[in-house]
């Protein structure tokens, strides 16, 4: 490293105590998504802190995106600052909500209590630790080199955990991430603070309901049973489709390992007479169901593709109203992502490889996400290709109780940050 970037390195060991404390504030905002709380408190907050230090901001907030509403408005924030030269413009986008609290936890979940060398609270790891690491990152690259070339962009958006359509998706299609205006993106999703994320796979949602006929329960033959219908479906499944998924294997460096093969879960499960509420004492009727539904959550490959996802369940279905008497069904598309896979050869990834390289003194993992983050927003809809996930925290802790974020790795990857800025934005000799 230069003269100049063990400067910044130092600057940033000396931030440690200001990192803490953002972090800390940032768990204390409960942004609990559902239903999308203190979006725009946790926004006026960065606008205070970001403005401080030069940056231009701008709140936006994403009119009629699922989800929003005058109770539970889907703010985001922009954060600009231009240097003093032209050059690209890098641009560290983080998710600002968390998710739901669930049980078994030992911590405050917004508390922010520091221990042991790590900070704990819903959203510690995912990603507020990482939106904190990013800005320290930028701040002391700011003050270090306030001659630098180029801009330097922090967005903090709404609905990452719920799909991203009132933050992520809308900065999108606004123009936000068009590739003449941005040029590398880095999301400071928890996946190690050695490792770089080039992608996801992909998900396809749907549900599909069998149709019988109701009649009573003593005489099932005068009926017609949704749910042995389905139950068909459900063995075609085991027999054939979740095989030959097993047998697809993708190039892709997705981690966990099982998850690279395709995969579907059912999520759901529902034929018959509605639940009733907790205190309902009584007994059911007895009734022959007419509907069962079931939701599937299929992730897939990069190597697969939409319409073969969708074309072979739907085959499948076609298959049993061929050879099952009475078989009929509704198959309804939910949801459906592509997956998105960065090139590693695109230049923020050879940017972050030799910052790990150059900070932590090893190479870094390569690795794809099984599920997807707001990349394929960015991707699909901003047409920008050159974005990865690299911030710091434990993947597998996100979403858990005593979720908690390490200091330490949040330096580490604040200093991955800022040295990849000292390639990006200032003149190479
Ligand atoms: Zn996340």
Redesign the pocket.
């Known amino acids: 490293m230069s003269v100049d970037t063990d400067r910044l390195m130092i600057r940033i060991q000396s931030m440690r105590d200001e990192l803490i404390q953002l972090t800390q504030d940032l768990i204390r905002i409960p942004t609990l998504n559902p239903p999308g709380d203190c979006y725009r408190d946790i926004c006026d907050y960065l606008d205070t802190r970001l403005t401080r230090h030069g940056f231009d901001t701008q709140l936006i907030r994403a009119h009629g995106a699922p989800g929003d509403s005058d109770k539970f408005p889907r703010w985001n924030i922009v954060a600009h600052k231009s240097g003093h030269h032209p050059g690209d413009c890098v641009h560290f986008n983080s998710?600002t909500d968390v998710v739901e609290v669930g049980h078994g936890w030992t911590f405050d979940p917004f508390g922010g209590e520091v221990h042991d060398g790590k900070i704990y609270g819903r959203g510690a790891c995912?990603?507020k630790g990482g939106l904190a690491a990013s800005i320290i990152a930028a701040e002391a690259f700011i003050a270090e080199f306030p001659d630098f070339h180029g801009a330097i962009e922090i967005s903090g958006t709404a609905d990452?955990e719920s799909g991203g359509y009132g933050g992520v998706a809308h900065l999108a299609e606004q123009g936000f991430f068009a590739p003449e205006r941005v040029q590398h993106v880095i999301i400071p999703?928890p996946l190690n603070k050695d490792r770089i994320c080039l992608g996801h796979r992909g998900g396809w949602w749907a549900e599909i309901e069998t149709f019988g006929e109701i009649a009573h329960g003593s005489m099932p033959f005068l009926g017609d049973c949704a749910v042995r219908h389905m139950g068909a479906v459900l063995d075609k499944f085991e027999s054939d489709l979740f095989p030959a998924m097993a047998a697809r294997h993708t190039d892709m460096p997705v981690v966990p390992e099982g998850a690279r093969s395709s995969t579907m879960n059912i999520n759901s499960i529902h034929g018959g007479q509605p639940e009733q509420p907790e205190d309902y004492t009584g007994l059911p009727a007895h009734c022959v169901p007419d509907s069962c539904r079931i939701v599937i959550d299929r992730r897939y490959l990069a190597e697969e593709n939409h319409a073969q996802v969708s074309g072979e369940v739907k085959q499948l279905l076609q298959d049993l109203a061929q050879n099952r008497e009475n078989f009929r069904f509704e198959m309804r598309e939910l949801n459906h992502v592509a997956p998105s896979m960065t090139d590693r050869a695109a230049p923020v990834v050879s940017t972050v490889d030799r910052a790990i390289h150059d900070v932590l003194g090893k190479a870094p993992d390569y690795v794809a996400s099984p599920g997807t983050?707001d990349q394929k927003h960015i991707d699909r809809i901003g047409k920008l290709k050159n974005c990865i996930a690299y911030g710091p925290g434990i993947l597998e802790l996100?979403h858990k109780p005593d979720e908690y974020i390490g200091i330490d790795d949040m330096i580490d990857s604040a200093k991955v940050m800022a040295h990849s800025l000292t390639q990006l934005l200032l003149p190479q000799e």
């Open positions: 998710h995912d990603m990452e999703e983050y996100a």
